[in-house]
């Protein structure tokens, strides 16, 4: 299992005006989804916007860095 926290946080007022990730990390995030996804070994992607304290119970996730 890996967990990757890339430790941008979005602020409230940011939100409020629609800023959302800096392209830089949107672009690492894709590469990263990307070459998972090509990985043989690898059988499944979870993508959380906060990581749960159970990671593979009953917990709501995404599919790729930008699902939910």
């Given at each position: 299992?890996?967990?990757?926290?890339?430790?941008?946080?979005?602020?409230?007022?940011?939100?409020?005006?629609?800023?959302?990730?800096?392209?830089?990390?949107?672009?690492?995030?894709?590469?990263?989804?990307?070459?998972?996804?090509?990985?043989?070994?690898v059988?499944?992607?979870?993508?959380?916007?906060?990581?749960?304290?159970?990671?593979?119970?009953?917990?709501?996730?995404?599919?790729?860095?930008?699902?939910?």
């Open positions: 299992m890996w967990v990757v926290e890339t430790g941008w946080r979005q602020a409230f007022l940011a939100r409020l005006l629609g800023r959302g990730r800096p392209q830089s990390l949107n672009t690492v995030l894709v590469s990263l989804h990307e070459g998972l996804e090509r990985e043989p070994k059988r499944e992607m979870r993508w959380f916007t906060t990581l749960p304290a159970e990671p593979f119970g009953q917990v709501e996730f995404g599919l790729g860095p930008f699902s939910g």
